[in-house]
């Protein structure tokens, strides 16, 4: 093909938007300003770079998440296949080595002859037919460009979790366990009873905060996914034990009894030397994490390998902007990609490059575009980013049951209903892609 198209932005969207179009046959220009600058979140040289957490959420396909991957992968995924290439043990969850699976994401887009890798930030859009996958840090001259194409944009903020070494836990204290002994015991428990538990809540409620750097502008405001435990905490003194420290499912083996809080460490990469604070999304001050997170059993003397940080996101009203395809309504030649387009979640934001992607490049060859079933989780999805019901109440969403179709029947099992909606999805996905050929 004599069509370039132009992705700017090398993460999950924009990579799985640049692998779609060249699957396709079409040309792909992928502008990416690292190793030239970086956010004030990112900090590897890879493309894809997962900043938050290294779990890409539950696997089995009777999940939201699970049957979101299976989805993509049947749409030809580029990010699914080097995820569960690069994964490391997580109980029923897929997680990766963060840097393997940079790696191996960056590897394939970097050997594809139809993809040419343009370093250096965008100043100006390019001619023609153009991805924006910049993400929800934008800044600088991309977002005066998003701006122009968009108009008010709305900020919200999210926060990573702490991460320890393995060798500096206390293994006295702490013991491995999977919740309801589901999948194999991949998690590290560290088991609180209720006085050290309170101890914990006014070490937190009280701890320092980081002052928000010039670029994360007010009102300030959380959104719930990636809430802070500090922020959560302020909710009340048993918040976190309904939240990521709750003990259900838990039995502390040097009591034979649940715990009465209990928190969870989860692998961070395939040797298993590091691991990261499950839920413990923080903004203390560095000094102060190392204080109060000491005080949870086992992490006394946790070597801290990275501290918690939060950061800005931005995304865009969507629903008034965007097609279901995520082309914009006043300008079918612009596409949008990514979390900055209002789906939450790492996975959600590399489905919504793959449906970019696809689109873009069905509609340059002529093709009849793929209509995505409302059953599937990735119908739902462009769904509700597309929606002009949702224009005035918008918030970022990502992958749940919820906003599937109800199936009509009452299945009290849900487990077994959530099979139901899994295998619904596929086979209407599966008919959708049979019909197109």
């Not at 991805?131 to 977002?143: D, E, Q």
């Not at 590091?274 to 949870?296: A, C, P």
Request: glycine share 8%.
């Amino acid at each position: 093909m004599s069509v370039t198209v132009n992705v700017i932005g090398a993460g999950l969207a924009g990579c799985e938007a640049a692998w779609a179009l060249a699957r396709y046959g079409i040309n792909v220009r992928l502008y990416e300003m690292k190793p030239q600058k970086y956010s004030p979140a990112h900090k590897y040289k890879g493309f894809a770079e997962l900043v938050c957490s290294n779990s890409l959420k539950a696997a089995r396909l009777e999940s939201a998440a699970g049957l979101l991957k299976t989805e993509m992968e049947m749409l030809g995924s580029l990010t699914v296949p080097c995820a569960k290439e690069n994964s490391v043990e997580a109980g029923g969850a897929l997680a990766v080595d963060r840097e393997k699976f940079s790696d191996a994401v960056t590897e394939k887009i970097c050997g594809n002859p139809l993809i040419e890798v343009v370093e250096g930030e965008v100043t100006e859009l390019p001619e023609g037919i153009n991805i924006i996958a910049t993400g929800p840090l934008t800044n600088g001259s991309m977002a005066d460009i998003i701006q122009n194409l968009c108009g008010e944009g709305l900020s919200f903020y999210d926060a990573a979790a702490p991460i320890v070494t393995y060798e500096s836990l206390d293994k006295e204290k702490v013991f491995f366990a999977s919740r309801y002994d589901r999948g194999d015991a991949d998690y590290i428990n560290c088991p609180m009873n209720k006085e050290e538990y309170l101890a914990f809540y006014e070490a937190l409620v009280s701890a320092e905060r980081v002052q928000l750097k010039d670029f994360e502008t007010h009102p300030f405001s959380v959104y719930e996914g990636c809430m802070p435990i500090e922020v959560l905490a302020t909710r009340g003194v048993d918040t976190m034990r309904f939240g990521p420290m709750k003990p259900v499912g838990i039995t502390d083996i040097r009591t034979g009894k649940r715990p009465y809080a209990v928190v969870q460490l989860r692998r961070e990469n395939k040797e298993a030397t590091l691991f990261n604070l499950v839920g413990f999304q923080t903004n203390l001050k560095f000094g102060e994490q190392k204080r109060v997170f000491s005080m949870i059993p086992g992490l006394e003397n946790a070597e801290f390998m990275r501290y918690g940080v939060m950061h800005r996101n931005t995304f865009i009203n969507s629903p008034e902007l965007l097609n279901s395809d995520f082309s914009m309504r006043n300008n079918e030649n612009i596409y949008f990609a990514g979390q900055i387009t209002g789906v939450e979640g790492y996975m959600e934001s590399a489905a919504s490059g793959l449906i970019a992607g696809i689109a873009a490049a069905r509609k340059i060859l002529g093709l009849e575009p793929i209509n995505l079933p409302r059953e599937t989780m990735l119908g739902a999805l462009t769904s509700y980013i597309s929606d002009s019901f949702n224009s005035g109440k918008f918030q970022p969403m990502g992958a749940n049951m919820g906003i599937l179709p109800d199936i009509g029947e009452r299945i009290r099992d849900k487990k077994e209903k959530y099979g139901v909606y899994a295998n619904r999805a596929v086979a209407a996905l599966r008919e959708e892609l049979d019909r197109i050929g």
